[in-house]
């Protein structure tokens, strides 16, 4: 992970914020789910909206990535750092 002051975790950022994935903790991650992320397009360098949060602590997110809209849980998303 970056350790970055200009990097902060998805989850932090503001519904309607547009970021770019700047780093994603892949050790934090089982492999299975981290090539599942790559499958859903969460790469390095790659433009993310959040689009909307659950209701009572917001999980899941609602992430824009390219066309498509992918649900996120909390815990997940803190493993994916941003630029905004």
Known sequence: ???SALY???DALAVGEVALIAAIDRAGLDPGTAQRLCELGFDEG???E???RA???GDPLAV???NMVVALR???ARLIEVEP
């Open 1 to 3: 992970m970056t350790t």
């Open 8 to 10: 902060r975790p998805i």
């Open 46 to 48: 790659v433009d993310v």
């Open 50 to 52: 959040i689009l909307h």
């Open 55 to 57: 209701p009572f602590g």
């Open 64 to 66: 824009r990535v390219g």
């Open 74 to 76: 909390r815990d997940m």
